[in-house]
Structures are given as structure tokens and as C-alpha cells.
């Protein structure tokens, strides 16, 4: 049968082809011989018409000498040796194409020990009936394999899906949860969240960081003059200017109120005093006005604190450091820089 029409199809027809001729084959209650499992096959496979015009006559009334003069005519001529080798080879054929029926459900299915047993079974098989019998269990088994694990697909897709949305809902909850709505900055919690991971990140690698807490000279004054809609946007045009002076490493938030704080990674006290004044100069040099008057608002100045995060410090102690360093720099006469004892 090598140079039959089944060696040239594809697995996946051949598979279906061998499906459809044993289903045929046990309608018909037919032994599977090298003769029925031809004709049939050629039949589902629809190669050739002639063929098929005297199969459909034959499948009123079965006649065995019929389908071997069938055989003879479209197929081959053969003695009985040949018909023996012929029903060798049917075996190996079928056991061939199960094999790839197999393959197509995935390695899963090949080391399920249910089909293993079936194969075994049929490579010691010498009844047609038996054959049949295997063939039509394997295909069942790997036919249902296929199917579950379409679904599994279809259900694992979905679910990824879900998942998926779930994830950036829960990313959109966290930055909002971070993130300061007045100044799009982060927030006091998020500041929180990362100077704790700073400390980690110090302990873990000797990293040096600083903190700068920064606060608006005269804010309240802002607010009594020209109202809070205006502190407002005095607010979010400080938030501006601060956020275009940072780098990559940075994490600027708006610490609460009118103060701000900015975490400086991998950085000296030295390389944190140099900072601190940049961004000191940059806001005093703002020129500011009422959005509906057109007249200029008084100058607005910062006053900022730099403390060195130390070894195996508390948290609370070092931005009490810091924080008594802004103190001392309001007291001296605001708008400058004052390092952290």
C-alpha cells in the first residue's frame, strides 16, 4: 500500500480519512482487511469517481469476491503472499496514522497511559476485529483530548484576558492611590512606599541617598491675597518647574500642603546640596501672574532641608533630621538651603 493515496496525504487528512473509513467500516459490520480498508478509504477520499460509482452499488449488497475484483481493478493485482504483506502493512498503516492522530493532540496525549495500552494492543494485534476495535477507542480517546483541550485553550485565552484586565484595573487603582490629584505628583503615601524601598535598597547594596524636603515661602499669604484657586495653580506651576529639574533616579512627591519632597538615589550629601540649590534658583527666578488680571504675583521662594540617609537609621529619625533642617533654613530668612545635622 505504499504507493497508495495514503501516504501522500497530510496527517491531519489522513487522519480524518481513517476515521470516517472505520466509522463506515462498522456501519457496514465489515472485517478490517487489507481489500475493505482500501476500497473504503479511497471512497472517503474521494479519488477517484469510477471508483466510487461501483462502491456505491457494492454497499447495496456486499459481495466480497465483488470488492477483491474491485480491488484488483483500481488498486493492485496480487497473489495471496501479497495480500499477507498487504494486511501486515495495513496494520503498520493504521498504527502509523493513529500515531500521527496522536501527535496532533500533543505530547499530553501521548503519555496518557490509556492510549499508551492501545498501542501496545495493536502493534500484537492479528484480528481485523480487534484492529477495528483499538482503532475506534484510540481515535475516540484522542479525538476527546483534542476537543478538552480546545476548550482548556478557549478557557485558558479567557481567562489570561481577565486577568489581563484585572491587572491594569488594579495598576490604574494603585497609581491613583499614589498619585496626588491637585499637582499629578506622587502623593504622601507613594513618597512613603518608596523611602521605605530606599532604605531596603541602602541596607541591602550600602547605596547612598538623600532626602530634600522642600517648602513654599509665604504660601498662606498667597492664599489670603489671592484666594486658594490661585495658591492653587501657584501650586501646580511649582509642581512643573520641580518636575523638569529631576533625573531618571529622582522620585519627586507632593509631601502635603505647600511642601514637597524629592528622594535623590545613589547620591552624596555634596551631590544633594548642589540639587537642592538648583532647584531653589530655578523657582526663584519664576515670574508668575493671575491668569485673569494679568498682574504679576509677588516672587515666589522656596526653602529646602538636606539630610544624608545614615546607617541602619529609623525612618521617622531621618526625616526629623531633614526636617529640622528646612526649620533652620525658614528661621535664617527663607529661600535658602540648610544641611541636615
Avoid at 476500497?39 to 457494492?58: E, H, I, P, R, S
Avoid at 500484537?124 to 477495528?132: A, C, F, M
Avoid at 491587572?167 to 502623593?187: C, F, P, Q, V, Y
Wanted: charged share 30%; glycine share 4%.
Amino acid at each position: 500500500m505504499s504507493g497508495s493515496s495514503i501516504t501522500s496525504e497530510t496527517k491531519e487528512a489522513s487522519a480524518e480519512y481513517l476515521r470516517l473509513t472505520l466509522s463506515k467500516l462498522s456501519q457496514m459490520d465489515l472485517p478490517v482487511t487489507p481489500v475493505n480498508y482500501t476500497l473504503l478509504y479511497a471512497y472517503v477520499a474521494g479519488k477517484d469517481v469510477k471508483l466510487n460509482t461501483q462502491l456505491d452499488k457494492l454497499f447495496e449488497n456486499w459481495n466480497d469476491d465483488y470488492a477483491r475484483d474491485l480491488f484488483g481493478q483500481f488498486v493492485c493485482q496480487c497473489d495471496e503472499t501479497e495480500y499477507r504483506e498487504l494486511r501486515e502493512e495495513l496494520v503498520m498503516t493504521i498504527a502509523q496514522i493513529l500515531g500521527s492522530v496522536i501527535d496532533l493532540a500533543g505530547k499530553a496525549a501521548i503519555s496518557n497511559s490509556t492510549l499508551e495500552k492501545h498501542l501496545e494492543q495493536l502493534a500484537v494485534s492479528n484480528k481485523p476485529k480487534d484492529i477495528l476495535n483499538i482503532a475506534a477507542e484510540i481515535i475516540a480517546d484522542t479525538r476527546n483530548f483534542i476537543e478538552e483541550s480546545r476548550q482548556f485553550e478557549t478557557n485558558l485565552i479567557e481567562s489570561t484576558q481577565e486577568i489581563s484586565n484585572l491587572k491594569d484595573e488594579l495598576d490604574i487603582a494603585r497609581r491613583m492611590a499614589t498619585t496626588d490629584s491637585l499637582t499629578g505628583l506622587h502623593n504622601r503615601r507613594g513618597f512613603d512606599e518608596a523611602l521605605i524601598k530606599a532604605v531596603e535598597n541602602s541596607h541591602r547594596r550600602h547605596d547612598n541617598f538623600c532626602l530634600l524636603i522642600l517648602d513654599i515661602d509665604h504660601f498662606k499669604k498667597v492664599n489670603d491675597k489671592h484666594g486658594h484657586l490661585v495658591g492653587d495653580k501657584v501650586l501646580v506651576g511649582i509642581s512643573k518647574i520641580l518636575q523638569k529639574q529631576m533625573r531618571g533616579k529622582d522620585y519627586l512627591s507632593r509631601y502635603g500642603g505647600e511642601e514637597f519632597a524629592v528622594l535623590l538615589k545613589e547620591t552624596p550629601i555634596t551631590g544633594a546640596f548642589t540639587v537642592a540649590e538648583n532647584l531653589r534658583r530655578v523657582v526663584e527666578k519664576l515670574r508668575l501672574k493671575h491668569v485673569k488680571t494679568g498682574k504679576q504675583l509677588d516672587q515666589v521662594t522656596i526653602s529646602i532641608g538636606v539630610a544624608s540617609y545614615r546607617k541602619n537609621e529609623e525612618i521617622k529619625e531621618f526625616i526629623q533630621r531633614c526636617d529640622k533642617a528646612l526649620y533652620r533654613a525658614k528661621e535664617l530668612g527663607r529661600n535658602r538651603t540648610v544641611l541636615a545635622d
